[in-house]
């Protein structure tokens, strides 16, 4: 399977759905440096697994939207990334624990207003 890498990418183009994600946009959700993300784009893409598209208000501008083949390739990394996640975990956090565990992370990608 590809890196983990790959899977953040693909993770968050299918958040983002049919409209995809402009590629600044796309940098400000993974922790990947920018031209880490203009080379993964460029690979994902020839591997069929995103598509570029114009965007049509700005003539430079492309929106990257996840394939179908991405999707797939997406569920495959998960099979196995999550169940290594899952192992890991289990033993070490309570489900409260990682209840909250995932509430501090979510914090860390979108912090609440005011904070």
Partial sequence: LP????????????EAGEGGLRP????????LAQYNVSRLLARLEADGLLEKL??????????????????EMRR??????????AELMSDKLS???LE????????????????
Avoid at 24 to 31: G, N, S, T
Avoid at 55 to 61: K, Q, T
Avoid at 100 to 114: D, I, N, S, V
């Fill in 3 to 14: 890196p983990l890498a790959w899977y953040d990418v693909l993770h968050e183009l299918a």
């Fill in 54 to 71: 114009p965007v049509s208000d700005d003539g430079r501008g492309q929106t990257v939207r996840i394939t179908a083949n991405g999707r």
């Fill in 24 to 31: 600044f946009e796309l940098i400000d959700r993974v922790l």
């Fill in 76 to 85: 495959r990394i998960w099979a196995v990334y999550g169940a290594s996640i």
């Fill in 100 to 115: 909250t565990l995932a509430a501090l992370l979510g914090r860390l990608r979108e912090p609440p207003a005011g904070d």
């Fill in 95 to 97: 489900a409260k624990e």
